[in-house]
């Protein structure tokens, strides 16, 4: 009988972003970002005291996604994180080689691409969620990160922070999928189920 092997791997956010060439693609009928200063400061905070007691692995959590082909992968649940994490790591000043994109949100999309540019955000239109987003991280690391620690801290989030990628099946109902997944956290509004 032959062994299933799970569809799971344990990734470092070096390796979600900068490992095998990526894209990461979240679908029209997910929310907008939405992670406010008070998550992205936790995270932050979090992600600092497990570097502080030096702990080996610091999980933040799962990214569930279906392989589309091409190495593009539909985000089904875990984009506001792997979004978070993507401002952080643009905060921090670490080249972002894998793209994480939006699906039919051309002012996301050129919003997140300006992380890289200096200066940034000099684009006509802005996805507010994004920019605060990236400001909340910039202040939290500032506020929270002493800068002797700097460098160390950078390297720690990107080798030690880890995510548990699920991909689901090929034969699975996304929209079904979806729906389970999201029917513990916050409701989709009727305009959103609609897109």
Known sequence: MKA???????????????GEKVTYEVPIYQRNFAWEKDEISTLIQDVYDAYTAKKLTYYIGTLVSFHKGDQVYE?????????TIYLVLGAL????????????????????????NIPRFEIDEKDDGIVNGFIY???AINEIIPKTRHDEFKKYFQQNVHLIHYQVPKDIDLNHYFEIMNSRGEQLEKHEIIK
């Open 75 to 83: 985000v089904i649940d875990g984009q506001q994180r792997l979004t």
């Open 93 to 116: 000043g670490v080249f972002i080689q894998n793209k994480l994109t939006y699906r039919a949100r051309e002012k996301s999309n050129k919003t997140i691409e300006s992380i890289q």
């Open 137 to 139: 991280a910039e202040n």
């Open 4 to 18: 299933r092997i799970l569809p799971l791997k344990e990734l470092s956010i070096d390796k979600i972003y900068n």
